[in-house]
């Protein structure tokens, strides 16, 4: 399975498809028995595993991460145009999946990461993002009247400052929401900060030591 590339999204359909055709079938004069059908059962129990597995794999993500060949397979396009030149984010923030893909400069997915995301009175907002700089939070080097100076244990070992580029012009712009570690690493997988994409200590850590100023982030 390593070596397999799956699309969950489009493995659905295909399923549904197989089910389908068997009901037609039945309700054609029970002719669901045919060794065709059987074939298809077979496809769409196998396919139905391994869709099983793939969504098992995702949610069972651990904190330090993965560079599991099945889950990298998943891995969300990082390629975006900004200023009308293509370019490669650093790192891609699955929303809906809790989930933090870091790529090569090339643009090969290389880890994945759990992360928490915003709370529905405070989601996470989607969109493209620019690398500012990183700060280590206790050291308060954050200017005096932000929450992360003064209160900077929520944000853990390392706060990934980001800006909001604008695709057309590459204006810049800061809404207050990062990427950075947590004091509460339970919140991991859930929807559970005020909009800012929390990691566990020792990955946003790992990720710092690749990430720097002018890198695109897409949050999706």
Do not use: W
């Amino acid at each position: 399975m390593s070596g397999l590339k799956i699309n969950v999204m489009k493995i659905y359909p295909i399923i549904n498809t197989v089910k389908n055709y068997s009901k037609a079938l039945v309700l054609a004069g029970g002719l669901a028995i045919t060794p065709a059908t059987v074939k298809a059962e077979r496809f769409m129990a196998d396919t139905f595993s391994m869709t099983q597995q793939v969504t098992k794999t995702l949610t069972q993500v651990p904190h330090e991460g993965s560079t599991d060949s099945l889950i990298l397979a998943n891995a969300p396009s990082c390629d975006i145009i900004i200023q009308g030149v293509k370019k490669k984010a650093k790192i891609v923030v699955d929303v809906a999946n809790h989930l933090l893909y870091k790529y090569s400069s090339d643009g090969k997915p290389e880890i994945v990461y759990p992360v928490a995301t915003g709370k529905p009175e405070t989601p996470t907002h989607k969109g493209v993002r620019r690398v500012s700089h990183i700060e280590i939070p206790r050291l308060r080097r954050a200017p005096k009247h932000t929450k992360r100076y003064k209160n900077p244990a929520p944000f853990g070992a390392r706060c990934i400052i980001l800006d909001i580029i604008d695709l057309e012009t590459g204006k810049l712009t800061r809404i207050g929401e990062f990427i950075h570690g947590n004091n509460a690493p339970e919140s991991i997988g859930l929807d559970a900060s005020g909009g800012c994409v929390r990691m566990p200590e020792g990955a946003v850590i790992e990720v710092s030591k690749d990430v720097k100023s002018g890198d695109i982030v897409i949050i999706k």
